[in-house]
């Protein structure tokens, strides 16, 4: 009974997200999973970590990547700064380089500070290779809460 009710607990905190592609031109990932998040929009809790998974396959060979975040609030995109800017340092059980149609899977944390006002928004992450590629992108409904 306890590994049942462990499993459907798990299952509730990483199944697939939904989400938006940023333009036909930059590739959308091949899944996202936001923690605590199937359906947009996602809460995104003051004082807390937004967390997901990015499942990507490159088109290409990398060297480096970076993050990008945007938080759009009523249309108008705001940079936002991750504390970890070198997204090699954040992938799932490897690192740079990587290579051409191999899946690959970026973790994304990203602090959601006490001061933010409660809005709506959406988050545009897009990960940037050493070409100035967009390697993938994808947007997310959201409300700071």
Do not use: W
């Not at 290409?60 to 940079?79: C, E, K, R």
Request: hydrophobic share 40%; glycine share 2%.
């Amino acid at each position: 009974m306890i590994r049942l009710l462990a499993f459907l607990v798990l299952a509730t905190t990483v199944l697939a997200t939904t989400f938006d592609k940023c333009s036909d031109e930059e590739p959308p990932p091949v899944e996202l999973r936001v923690t605590n998040c199937n359906e947009p929009p996602c809460k995104f809790v003051r004082g807390k970590e937004m967390a997901a998974e990015v499942d990507f396959i490159p088109d290409h060979d990398i060297t480096s990547l970076t993050p990008y975040v945007q938080a759009i609030i009523s249309g108008l995109p705001v940079n936002y700064s991750l504390p970890q800017t070198n997204a090699c340092k954040s992938l799932l059980d490897r690192t740079c380089p990587l290579t051409k149609d191999e899946k690959v899977t970026y973790v994304l944390k990203m602090p959601i500070l006490s001061v933010y006002p409660p809005i709506p928004l959406t988050v545009k992450l897009a990960l940037i290779d050493n070409s100035n590629h967009i390697v993938t992108c994808f947007k997310i409904a959201g409300k700071v809460q």
